[in-house]
């Protein structure tokens, strides 16, 4: 049951006027003047309707996917709904800002009811171990695991958005990671990671880059029935795998800095 109007809360806990302050303010900030993100193909982004979206993310902090939900929600007025890590809402403070942004416990329940209402979820298919990359493995996507992400959108037959991020690897480069029991048990991370942080206590300011490409519309293409179908869903879990990947590398070649530089400047008219 939704929140009474006033309090702008749905079941979830997102705050739309929680995320319209950040957007004035701190993610304003970040965009435009710490990483000076540039982006490509939000006309992909639906204005209405279900849609998936899936994407790339590096490091244990989800600063990428909280820029995502900043550039759609300036572009369309919509708020993906990202699906969490455990690890991550594990702290009060961390937890509630996780959540007054729409980020939601990654389990297949919270999936079906995001999609069922028509909204915006963002998955990212390489799970943690995408997360814990190291750094010179940073653009090289890993594997997908269950392809649950496909299934969901076969089932309720919602387009699947590909997006891909440079620049966002290098705020926080992982050198090393150390397998931990205790830090598994207490945190449900599979790694300690190895950073820059706290010897540098803030995300490095480089320069990003993200790119959203044209919807994969499986809908279009196969029932619902074919979500039970795994030569289908590895068939669809390649494609997006091998459209992002050519992307990254696409951009990975025109970019000459890591801190400065658009590698979209041939795209400008």
């Known amino acids: 049951m939704l929140d009474s109007p006033e309090s ?3 079941a979830f806990g997102m705050d739309r006027d929680f995320i ?9 900030f970040l965009r435009k003047y710490y990483w000076r993100i540039e982006v490509r193909g939000l006309e992909h982004i639906p204005q209405a309707g279900r849609a998936v979206l899936a994407g790339t993310h590096r490091g244990f902090m989800p600063w990428d996917a909280v820029m995502i939900l900043h550039l759609i929600e300036r572009s369309t007025g919509r708020v993906p709904r990202f699906l969490v890590h455990p690890g991550l809402l594990k702290f009060g403070l961390m937890a509630n800002f996780i959540r007054n942004l729409g980020g939601v416990l990654a389990c297949r329940e919270n999936a079906d009811r995001i999609l069922a209402t028509d909204e915006l979820l963002g998955i990212l298919p390489e799970g943690v171990e995408g997360a814990f990359s190291l750094y010179r493995n940073a653009y090289k996507i890993g594997s997908f695991r269950r392809d649950d992400f496909v299934k ?5 037959r919602a387009p699947i958005i590909p997006f891909v ?3 966002n ?3 926080l480069p992982m050198f090393a990671r150390i397998k931990s029991r205790w830090w598994t048990q207490h945190l449900d991370w599979p790694y300690l990671p190895i950073t820059t942080f706290p010897f540098i206590p803030v995300p490095l300011p480089s320069k990003w ?10 809908q279009q293409k196969y029932p619902p ?8 869903v590895k068939a669809i879990s390649l494609e997006v795998r091998t459209a992002m990947q050519n992307a990254l590398d696409d951009m990975l070649k025109r970019r000459r800095s890591i801190f400065w530089g658009s590698i979209f400047t041939a795209d400008r008219r």
């Open 165 to 167: 991020i440079v620049g």
């Open 225 to 232: 029935e074919a979500a039970r179908d795994r030569s289908v």
């Open 152 to 156: 969901l959108a076969l089932c309720h």
């Open 20 to 28: 319209e302050s950040c957007g004035k303010t701190l993610f304003h």
């Open 8 to 10: 702008q809360l749905d």
């Open 209 to 218: 880059h993200i790119q959203f490409l044209p919807a994969i519309n499986v």
């Open 169 to 171: 690897a290098e705020i």
